[in-house]
C-alpha cells in the first residue's frame, strides 16, 4: 500500500448529481478523504455529475463510461483503477456520519479476509440496514434473513455476503474472482454471487459493528425502473445464483421441483413476474453453465458457508424467529 494512503474508495454512480456530492461531501467532512484515493466512476451519466464531483472533492478521480453499462461493471471499472490494496466500494447513496474506514481495515490482517461490512443504518429513520445477514434454501431458492435487533447487531462475526453498498474488500481476491459478475445487470446479487464465490475458495466476510454508515437504500435504482422491473430483475437473478453457485445435490433437486411448482402456480395466478424472471433466466443459461464449468472447485460446501455465516443468530435464543423480517436478494 503506498505510503500514507489507507485505501481507495470507489463510488459508482450515474445520473444521480446531488447524491454523489452528498457523499463526497460527508467523506471529507469526517475526514475519511484526507490519507484516502477516492475513485468516481460515472456510468454514462447525462447530468451534471462531472461538475459536481469536481466541485465538492477535486483530488478525485473521476473516470468516465461513455455509456450506462450498469452497477457492476462499474464497480470493476472502479477496483482496476484503484492503486490500494483494500478497497471500500461505497453507493452515491451512502453517508458518512463519522469516521467509519479504521474498523474495516483492521480485518485485513487476516489473509483469510476476502471483505468486511460496516453497520449500515437506514438514512432518515435510523433503523437498522444491514452488514449483518445469513440465508438459508427455502422453495428452492436462497432466502435472506437480516440481523435487525441492535442486541444482534453489537457484536462482530462472519456474515454471508459484503453489500455492495458499503464494503471494504481485498483488491486482489476481487480480482481473482473476475470481480462482479455483470451476468445479474444491471442491478441486485452481484455481490451475494461474489461473496458466496470467495466463501468456496475458503476466504471470510466479516461484519464489524464499530464502523457505522447511513443509507438511502434504493434512491439510485427507485429513481429509475419500476417495481415491476425490479421484481422481475430480482427474481432473475436469485435463480441466476443458484444455477452458478450451488453445488449440493439435495439444494438442486429441490430447487428443480420449486421451480415446476411455482411456475404451475405463476400460471393459475397469471403471475408474470415469476414466468418473465424464469424465462429471462433461462435465456442465459448457456452464459451461466460456461461461468460454473470455469469455476475451480468449492474447498468448503453450501451447508457449511449457510451454517457458518449463520452463527450470530445464535448468539440469543430466538432460532428462525429472531425478529427480522425475511428478505430476498
Not at 447524491?19 to 447525462?46: K, P, Q
Not at 408474470?272 to 460454473?292: E, I, N
Amino acid at each position: 500500500m503506498a505510503q500514507g494512503k489507507r485505501c481507495s474508495i470507489v463510488i459508482p454512480t450515474w445520473n444521480a448529481g446531488p447524491l454523489i456530492e452528498r457523499c463526497l461531501r460527508a467523506l471529507i467532512e469526517h475526514g475519511e478523504a484526507d490519507r484516502t484515493e477516492i475513485v468516481v466512476v460515472d456510468d454514462g451519466s447525462t447530468d451534471d455529475t462531472a461538475e459536481r464531483v469536481s466541485a465538492a472533492c477535486p483530488d478525485s478521480i473521476l473516470v468516465r463510461h461513455g455509456e450506462n453499462r450498469g452497477f457492476a461493471a462499474a464497480c470493476n471499472t472502479g477496483v482496476a483503477r484503484a492503486a490500494h490494496d483494500i478497497v471500500v466500494l461505497l453507493n452515491n447513496d451512502v453517508v458518512a456520519t463519522g469516521p467509519f474506514l479504521a474498523p474495516l481495515l483492521s480485518h485485513f490482517r487476516d489473509e483469510r479476509v476476502f471483505a468486511v461490512n460496516p453497520r449500515i443504518y437506514q438514512a432518515g429513520d435510523g433503523h437498522p440496514g444491514g452488514g449483518l445477514v445469513r440465508g438459508i434454501m427455502h422453495c428452492g431458492l436462497l432466502r435472506l434473513r437480516w440481523a435487525e435487533r441492535e442486541s444482534l447487531r453489537e457484536a462482530g462475526g462472519l456474515t454471508l455476503f459484503a453489500n455492495g453498498a458499503a464494503m471494504a474488500v481485498s483488491r486482489d481476491k476481487y480480482l481473482a474472482l473476475g470481480g462482479f459478475d455483470t451476468l445479474y445487470a444491471p442491478f441486485y446479487s452481484e455481490d451475494l454471487d461474489l461473496s458466496y464465490r470467495a466463501y468456496q475458495r475458503g476466504w471470510t466476510v466479516y461484519y464489524e459493528p464499530e464502523s457505522r454508515l447511513d443509507h438511502e437504500h434504493g434512491a439510485t435504482i427507485g429513481a429509475r425502473f419500476d417495481r415491476a422491473r425490479v421484481d422481475r430483475v430480482s427474481m432473475r437473478n436469485r435463480i441466476l445464483f443458484v444455477w452458478r453457485n450451488v453445488r449440493d445435490g439435495r439444494y438442486l433437486v429441490r430447487h428443480a421441483f420449486w421451480m415446476i411448482a411455482r411456475s404451475l402456480g405463476a400460471v393459475l395466478k397469471a403471475d408474470v413476474t415469476f414466468l418473465g424472471a424464469l424465462a429471462d433466466a433461462a435465456r442465459l443459461k448457456d452464459a451461466v453453465m460456461k461461468r460454473r464449468r470455469s469455476d475451480p472447485a468449492p474447498v468448503v460446501s453450501d451447508r457449511e458457508i449457510l451454517r457458518s455465516t449463520s452463527r450470530w443468530a445464535e448468539r440469543e435464543n430466538a432460532g428462525p424467529a429472531d425478529g427480522a423480517p425475511e428478505r430476498n436478494a
